[in-house]
């Protein structure tokens, strides 16, 4: 077994300690043929969704990318199942946070960690099954192929998405927020509420990560109006939608109250020319 010191990190251990810093990580794929930096990392936010994972890692595992679980101090083992269905590839990262801090400040410090390791390529994506691995293989060699787009949407709400086995009532609140944000914010975009997205490094080192604030998934449309504040050329591709099968939806009156809240407030600011 040989092991490694990284200045400013735990020794690296290349043969029975796959759980590896993303700095570790990063040191590690540049030496490694099978994967690198160069290759996408996805970071999925986590909250009780152990069952979700043992679904869903398996899959990604099967490209060649690399994983970054964000974990908010799940009660059922969401963060040791990560840990065990990444033990043999050391492609996946588990961040165990000291408590349910929010998605928009999961993704904040995913962000963060994956631009620091010199990722060119994020993703976002649910961990609950919604988002399906099959749609992430055709949005990224669609992505490659157009590296005149600073981030892509997979949307339901173009033609060729859909959604599956959702209520009407989810569907007419997604319907009625997308096209709110889109009048209010003056957004080219029909499902600026989607959590599952693509983005180049280049475009998330330009934005004000730190000041974008919400923890819902005001989020996304934070996320959206930010990017086109900043000269991003955005598309979106079709997807297909699930409602998830195991565990309990995160949505809540107070997600959609933060959303409703924020959407006004920008448009008010921009109708009037605030910055």
Not at 2 to 9: D, H, Y
Not at 127 to 141: I, N
Not at 170 to 182: G, I, P, Q, V
Not at 203 to 217: C, F
Request: charged share 25%; proline share 4%; with cysteine.
């Amino acid at each position: 077994m040989i092991g490694i010191t990284l200045r400013g990190q735990p020794s690296l251990r290349l043969s029975g300690n796959p759980y590896l810093t993303l700095s570790a990580l990063s040191a590690n794929l540049r030496e490694n043929a099978l994967v690198s930096i160069n290759q996408p990392i996805v970071i999925i936010p986590t909250y009780n969704e152990a069952e979700s994972l043992r679904r869903l890692l398996p899959q990604l595992l099967e490209l060649s990318l690399n994983i970054l679980v964000v974990d908010d101090a799940s009660s059922d083992g969401t963060a040791q199942v990560a840990k065990e269905l990444g033990a043999s590839t050391g492609r996946v990262e588990i961040l165990e946070r000291s408590g349910k801090l929010g998605l928009g400040s999961a993704y904040r410090e995913g962000f963060s960690k994956a631009l620091n390791s010199g990722f060119t390529e994020i993703i976002q994506m649910d961990a609950d099954g919604s988002h399906r691995v099959v749609d992430l293989q055709k949005m990224l060699p669609y992505f490659t192929a157009h590296p005149e787009f600073d981030a892509l949407i997979g949307s339901r709400w173009i033609d060729g998405g859909k959604v599956v086995h959702w209520p009407k009532h989810r569907e007419m609140l997604s319907r009625c927020a997308n096209f709110y944000s889109k009048v209010a914010l003056g957004l080219d975009i029909n499902d600026s509420t989607a959590g599952f997205r693509i983005y180049r490094a280049q475009l998330l080192n330009r934005l004000p990560l730190n000041q974008i604030e919400s923890e819902g998934y005001a989020f996304q449309i934070e996320m959206t109006r930010a990017a086109k504040r900043a000269g991003a050329l955005i598309t979106e591709f079709p997807i297909t939608f699930i409602e998830r099968e195991i565990g309990v939806s995160k949505m809540s009156p107070r997600i959609v109250r933060e959303a409703l809240f924020k959407v006004t407030k920008w448009g008010i600011a921009r109708i009037f020319g605030k910055r």
